[in-house]
């Protein structure tokens, strides 16, 4: 939860959400930068991005969704979707696209537990708390039994866990906010990591100088409740992140 509340807490993240711009990075505690894609997740969805959204299933939970580009397509299209992020300027960018979003953290209570059919990590998201066999797990409870995990990984055999900042400049002295973990993941370490942790690998491709992997839960989650329909999300929202009051799933 730490991680979250200094990703969300990071004002140039904020900021460059709601002007659609950059720079952005995140920066290790040892100066490397990685470049962030804002102008990209603030558009609409690509082609890229479709095509991954023709592989999904059922309802939708768009982990990590940032300004909201996949889930006004995928509202669009009519489709059941939710997005979470631990933004505000995140979550209020989604819904002034037409989206559902709520502002909390992937391992905070959530609606619908255990009956989504179709989890997205994309944009690096598969690094969300440092730590990919926890984050697995928990995507696994979020998930129906036999449901579809679409992850977006790095290129090559990367493995990388890192404390880092959300940063607008390249100058070192000015950067701000609390380091918080991360991890990066090429292909290879995810199906490595989801095997373990019994994950069923589908499909994996590249496209457009982007890679993703889809892998299904192998056994029923062990907090999955009993067969419902599908949660219902068209007017959940809330601006309370704390795991206090969880939002109603039924």
Not at 133 to 144: G, T
Request: proline share 7%; net charge neutral; glycine share 12%.
């Amino acid at each position: 939860m730490g991680a979250s509340v200094a990703w969300a807490a990071a004002d140039p993240y904020a900021a460059a959400l709601r002007t659609g711009r950059g720079p952005l990075f995140l920066r290790r505690t040892d100066g490397w930068l990685l470049p962030l894609e804002v102008e990209r997740w603030c558009a609409g969805a690509d082609a890229v991005d479709r095509a991954v959204l023709d592989r999904c299933e059922g309802a939708v939970l768009d982990v990590g969704c940032g300004p909201g580009r996949l889930v006004a397509e995928l509202a669009a299209r009519g489709r059941t979707v939710l997005g979470i992020d631990v933004s505000e300027a995140a979550v209020d960018h989604t819904t002034g696209l037409g989206g559902s979003a709520l502002r909390r953290s992937v391992f905070e209570p959530l609606p619908g537990e255990g009956r989504w059919d179709t989890v997205l990590l994309m944009d690096g998201n598969i690094g969300i708390g440092g730590e990919p066999s926890v984050l697995l797990d928990r995507v696994a409870a979020l998930l129906r039994p036999g449901g579809l995990l679409i992850a977006e990984t790095v290129p090559g055999h990367v493995d990388e866990r890192a404390r880092v900042q959300v940063v607008d400049t390249v100058a070192a002295e000015h950067a701000t906010g609390t380091p918080f973990p991360w991890a990066r993941l090429g292909t290879p370490a995810l199906l490595r990591y989801a095997r373990r942790a019994g994950w069923r690998p589908v499909a994996q491709w590249s496209t457009g100088g982007r890679c993703f992997a889809a892998l299904r839960t192998r056994h029923p989650s062990t907090s999955a409740e009993p067969a419902k329909s599908a949660a219902v999300i068209s007017s959940q929202r809330t601006r309370n992140p704390s795991g206090d009051s969880p939002v109603a799933d039924r």
